[in-house]
């Protein structure tokens, strides 16, 4: 960790930022000596170019990584407020079947969700005779939106639960409704404390998003696969697999980073 | 045992829920295995996670810049890059390019087996937060304890490992926690490399029984139990480790 900052602002130069780029570039330079050293027979592609032919496709299976941790990270967002808000309900069995549904949803491993999710959805639903199709992807989604969601509500509860009750008191001396008071005192102020941790879920969703790979949607990790597959050269293994660990680094250790600043400066400013 | 065989075959007559794995003795051998290899795999990457924790905190503390940097570069290469991909890594890039050995039917095997690179792959995942749980423990502990345990002559290490770390552990363990039920949900990915845990064991068997409602909802029943006995063993042992009169 880095030393505390007098004035919680984000320095230009700030080591862990350094940190990151060093460990980046190493990772690349390994990636370079790999294929430097690694003896190729005359007849064959040099493995920097095989890597370059290649990179496009791994990419744009990394892009729709990204695409699916945007769309269940909204998906989740949208149902964990909701549950959350259930788990501060006044009415006792709402309250316990949230309760349930949250620990449920938070401790059950992810892949064993998304296999849930993947083998028990239909394929497609019938609504008002129209037949929507449930391809797979969209199957995925909601199967790491599960997760997604419990994990949310855990978020939402903490960050309202963290309000000092002075504020409700206080509020409801001034004749608010108890939804006034949640919508119009409480989450404005939780919603600060909120962000950390939500964009931290963000990134290991994002760093779930491979599992996706293993029901059968065809994403980055998919695509790498399927390029060794194609090029059958187990010295290629190495730096393929480096690059794609390299791309989801170069994602989400900013969001680390910008998670682990605004978490100070919610600390500094209480 | 064969009263309890025949009522989940009428079960599976009668109603179409079929557990095989209660009255099918291969289905309940595999998934009994499969059980025991979660087990196994939870309990060696947790140990191996919290000595891994344990050693990159120590180094963190380091006089030199050089090995504080390399802690640091391994702890934010695994916390942010994918498990499934690290797992992958390690299996076929790192694994095909070590040497085999023979074996006994006259082949030759992998040094490190799939069971094998899973340990290694999680515990490294794992260990990588353990360390960040462990040095904000550490940072937790009054520097005046440090101070006073110097003055009565301990060298560093014995500042660490007497004084500094039993404290620090005791602070931590709420994340620690934390950390070891993701770490046993965690290893529901070594089905991708064919380690014959519970998710492969389970799959396995609703891809020959088509069982697939039935044996899900054993397999959510299961982790969420193993979760249980970790969280309820955990606080257990934080009991047994708090001491008394001093509130951490």
């Known amino acids: 960790m880095s030393g505390p900052r007098a004035n919680g602002e984000f320095p230009r130069l700030d080591p862990r930022w350094i940190a990151g780029l060093c460990l980046l570039a190493l990772l690349l330079c390994s990636l370079f000596v790999a294929s430097a ?14 890597l370059i032919k290649w990179l496009p496709l791994v990419f744009s299976g990394f892009l729709f990584n990204l695409l699916v941790s945007v769309l269940s990270m909204a998906l989740g967002t949208a149902a964990g407020v909701m549950l959350g808000l259930g788990l501060i309900s006044e009415r006792t069995a709402l309250r316990t ?13 992810w892949l064993v969700l998304l296999f849930y999710a993947m083998f028990l959805i239909p394929f497609k639903i019938a609504l008002l005779g129209e037949s929507i199709p449930f391809p797979d992807w969209i199957k995925a989604v909601i199967g790491l939106a ?9 978020i939402v509860r903490g960050g309202i639960v963290s309000i000092p009750l002075g504020q409700w008191q206080s509020a409801r001396s001034l004749a608010f409704t108890r939804s006034q008071i949640l919508w119009l005192i409480i989450i404005p102020q939780a919603v600060k404390r909120m962000i950390p941790p939500w964009m931290n879920l963000y990134a290991i969703l994002t760093m779930a998003t491979p599992l996706i790979s293993i029901v059968g ?21 190495l730096p393929m697999y480096l690059v794609l660990l390299a791309m989801f680094f170069a994602y989400c250790y900013p969001i680390a980073l910008g998670t682990s600043v605004l978490e100070r400066r919610v600390e ?3 | 045992m064969t009263g309890v065989a025949d009522w989940f075959r009428w079960l599976d007559s009668a109603y179409g829920v079929n557990l095989s794995i209660f009255y099918d003795g291969y289905d309940r051998g595999r998934f ?44 934010e290469f695994f916390r942010n890059t994918p498990p499934l991909i690290q797992l992958l890594f390690f299996y076929f890039a790192i694994g095909t390019l070590l040497p085999t050995i023979p074996d006994a039917a006259g082949g030759s095997r992998p040094i490190v087996s799939n069971m094998g690179w899973a340990i290694i792959s999680f515990s490294l995942f794992a260990g990588a937060h353990n360390i960040e749980i462990f040095r904000s423990g550490i940072d937790a502990v009054p520097p005046a304890m440090r101070e006073a345990a110097a003055s009565l002559g301990h060298t560093r290490l014995q500042v660490f490992f007497l004084i500094v770390f039993p404290l620090a552990l005791r602070i931590s363990f709420p994340a620690l926690n934390n ?17 014959p845990e519970l998710l492969y064991a389970s799959a396995q068997i609703w ?21 249980a006995l970790v969280v309820w063993g955990m606080n257990a042992i934080e009991q047994r480790m708090r001491i008394p009169g001093y509130h951490v």
């Open chain 1, 37 to 50: 050293q690694t003896g190729v027979p005359p007849e064959s592609q040099s493995i920097a170019a095989a």
């Open chain 1, 97 to 109: 079947a949230c309760a349930g549904a949250m620990q449920f949803f938070r401790n059950a491993p």
């Open chain 1, 146 to 154: 599960l997760p997604v969601m419990a994990n949310v509500a855990e």
């Open chain 1, 217 to 237: 949607v065809q994403d980055g990790l998919t695509m790498t696969r399927s390029a060794l597959v194609a090029e059958g050269r187990p010295e290629l293994f």
């Open chain 1, 268 to 270: 500094t400013q209480g």
């Open chain 2, 32 to 75: 009994l295995v499969g059980i025991a290899t979660t087990i196994e795999l939870s309990i060696a990457c947790t140990v191996l996670s919290v000595a891994v924790g344990i050693l990159g905190a120590w180094l963190q503390g380091s006089k030199s810049s050089f090995v504080r940097a390399a802690v640091r570069g391994y702890i």
């Open chain 2, 179 to 195: 950390n070891i039920v993701n770490l046993v949900k965690t290893t529901t990915l070594a089905y991708a490399i064919a380690v």
């Open chain 2, 207 to 227: 891809s020959e029984d088509f069982n697939v409602k039935e044996m899900m909802n054993v397999l959510l029943l299961i982790y969420l139990l193993l979760v």
